[in-house]
């Protein structure tokens, strides 16, 4: 049982209420308390030691990368932060200096942001460093982008460049939350969320949630410069880059579509307003439910699955 | 340093915003999110294996505790939960079947509350099993108690029986959601917290942030028959059921303060509404810093600390 199907057996019928909007599934639940005009975004994210990050690590990129994964997720709601708690697991023996320097890279971010850490706790877990942030935001009411909206004929974007992130990129990305806000504001987005497991797995839950399928054309995925180095120069281990860009994890780029009738103007304000970040058309969301790639020699279902926790 | 000591330091000057209203070292974060009549209640809380629980626990009780930790501190805000995620650190080759009953247990205490669970995520922790859950509420705008409002002369009270809570209370015991709502409704309170680390080491969070001091009589603390059976059964290791109670953590009892003319009739009115719990005045906030125990011989600092994570 891998981590997609626990979580889907563990939260098939889970305790609800009124209040919520949107529960488990997405990238951040959705709750209304009666704020007029507002929704509150609420999510979790944790970081483990040997697993999202190493012993190597600058402490401050480990609280950087803790708070920046949760903000991606707001971003992918196309909502703004607010507030975070922080739970630091500590092994036997820390070195409160490199607490401190944890700290003092969660609180840059944060602080960049305009995100207030109102507390959290220690605790402790003896064997490895476990750093856990629970994020509150907010989203105008009705302006939350979902991953259950793709329609058929809808086109499919992605921010940036795929793949490589682990060869430095996944301690340093930036949330991508000014430019959903404004992709929110200025076009009706139809699903989005942030590619934290790789292309392929991740467009495979937008795909689910609405009820259909994608066709990605291979030459139109946009590679990093990491993945193309990597493709190059690990040659043993040979992958080519664009299954890397597929499927390596941790891009925390924004992945969305929107009516293939915005996309022209899509990409024309969007170089107005981000000139420096690229927008990338991938692909068309089709009828049905099959993945499919299409290359020179035709359109094939993809095998390839995204990065999987639990591998 | 310990955990106190290590969370005041890293907590001196975090990020905020305007939406802060209480921000590290309460029982809960308190926000203002634009609610009319309403704060946010936001709050996350992590139990470890071999820390909080044990490889023999069984799993719904571990579930079960994580979630009544955070709803104790709503509790102690004098609030309402609403909504939780849930953090499973699982470790390797773990089983499914264990995972299923510690949501089954957290899920049963969400629903007896009407908390909605949902999201959260699953990652991995290989050494032992860590749980962590973030809980939001809501409290009445200038409903919500503090720890900073105890004032000279206010009665000191607490609810229930307290020490010996590793026997089995930690794992069974009720949050005081209820009752601590019906205090703030009734009552001027003037400050409360809920007791996890030791009746001597909380009550010291109220005096610090209070800026006052505390005669505690020891005669009138209620000890739990836990903690009387635990004195006369481990002799070898011999601690006087008092000590335990004013030491032990993990009680999970509401201590709070309130002007000493309302104390009859809290206590009049308390026996009405909760005739099954019992609530009793353990003593007075006086004037300065110092925390007295009066016995017999008289009055006494305290020199016995509260139960301290790091020790």
């Known amino acids: 049982m891998n981590e997609f199907e626990l979580i889907a057996r563990l939260t098939q019928s ?67 932060p607010v ?39 220690t605790t402790t877990n003896p064997d ?9 935001g907010q989203v105008p009411r009705g302006r939350q982008v979902l991953r259950s909206g793709a329609q058929p004929g809808d086109a499919i974007f992605v921010t940036g460049e795929l793949g490589g992130s682990r060869a430095g990129k996944h301690l340093d990305f930036e949330p991508r939350l000014t430019e959903a806000r404004w992709l929110a504001g200025h076009f009706q987005l139809h699903a989005m969320l942030d590619l934290s497991d790789g292309l392929a797995g991740d467009l495979r839950h937008i795909l689910d949630a609405s009820q259909v399928g994608a066709e990605i054309l291979k030459s139109a995925i946009p590679v990093s410069p990491a993945a193309k180095l990597q493709a190059r120069t690990h040659a043993p281990a040979h992958r080519p880059a664009a299954l890397a ?36 058309c991938i692909g068309k969301i089709i009828p049905g439910s099959a993945l499919l790639l299409r290359d020179k020699t035709g359109s094939h279902p993809l095998a390839a699955h995204g990065y999987v926790h639990f591998a």
């Open 14 to 80: 889970p305790p609800t209420n009124a209040a919520v909007v949107t529960g488990p599934g997405d990238d951040c639940a959705v709750l209304d308390l009666g704020q007029p005009g507002q929704l509150i975004l609420f999510k979790t994210d944790a970081v483990v030691e040997g697993i999202h990050f190493t012993r190597e690590t600058p402490p401050e990129k480990i609280g950087r990368k803790a708070l920046a994964r949760c903000l991606s997720d707001i971003a992918a709601m196309a909502g703004t």
């Open 128 to 136: 490895r460093l476990l750093l856990s942030v629970a994020l509150l």
């Open 245 to 280: 860009a597929l499927t390596d994890g941790e891009d925390f780029e924004l992945l969305f579509t929107l009516a293939s009738r915005d996309a022209v103007k899509l990409l024309d304000a969007w170089k107005k307003a981000f000139s420096g970040l690229k927008l990338t």
């Open 83 to 121: 507030a975070a708690l922080v739970t630091l697991a500590l092994p036997t023996n820390f070195d409160p200096e490199f607490v401190a320097r944890v700290y003092a890279g969660l609180n840059a971010l944060a602080t960049q942001h305009h995100v207030a850490v109102v507390g959290g706790e």
